[in-house]
């Protein structure tokens, strides 16, 4: 059984950081992508990053390029995203999902097993 656990979440002042991490059980970590999605109340949930399977290849929504990593760990079966210069729009629920597809994708269709998520809010 495939099981993705976030953390890293919490309240942080706008221009601060958070990282959150994503450790994933049950496959084996290093042949998938891995991705990071958002979603706020009553919106569609978000592409936001996305990693390949050895971390060669990168993906971001504009509106975080720039600011957001995100990154991989093999040894640790663990996804990071280290958050910069955060805004009150970056505030949302995060999730972290893995899939099969090369690219790495960016669609939400294309991930099968998503963790339960972390609120990250930024106060202005």
């Known amino acids: 059984q495939v099981q993705l656990v976030e953390s890293g979440g919490g309240l942080v002042q706008a221009g601060g950081s958070l990282r959150l991490s994503c450790a994933c059980s049950?496959?084996?970590?290093?042949?998938?992508?891995m991705g990071w999605f958002r979603q706020t109340p009553g919106k569609e949930r978000e592409f936001v990053a996305a990693?390949?399977?050895?971390?060669?290849?990168?993906e971001y929504a504009d509106s975080v390029k720039g600011r957001f990593t995100i990154s991989r760990d093999n040894t640790k079966n663990t996804v990071y995203l280290q958050m910069n210069s955060l805004k009150p729009e970056d505030t949302a629920v995060y999730y972290c999902a893995t899939g099969r597809s090369s690219g790495p994708p960016t669609t939400s269709e294309l991930y099968d097993y998503w963790g339960q998520g972390t609120q990250v809010t930024v106060s202005s």
């Open positions: 990693i390949s399977w050895i971390g060669s290849r990168t």
């Open positions: 049950g496959r084996t970590f290093s042949r998938y992508t």
